[in-house]
């Protein structure tokens, strides 16, 4: 990839800035939206703080273990 000048770059990082909060304006997100992902963010955060601290907990919902039983003898022999 060719190299930009420092120039280049600063154009490029203006025309960003300005694209983003042209599609801002046009788009808003909603605040019940902004607040669900918080939400969910600090909840998915408490969780794994409390598994750090507690490293002796079982995970919620352990993965299902196979048993395999031995191979029985063949009787003919």
Do not use: N
Not at 35 to 58: C, F, G, I, L
């Amino acid at each position: 990839m060719a190299e930009i000048s420092q120039k280049e770059q600063l154009a490029l990082h203006e025309f960003s800035v300005r694209y983003r909060a042209a599609l801002a304006k046009d788009q808003p997100t909603p605040e019940a939206t902004i607040d669900t992902v918080k939400d969910a963010v600090r909840e998915q955060y408490e969780q794994e703080m409390d598994a750090k601290r507690s490293p002796t907990a079982e995970p919620s919902t352990p993965s299902p273990v196979k048993e395999r039983l031995p191979d029985e003898p063949d009787q003919d022999r």
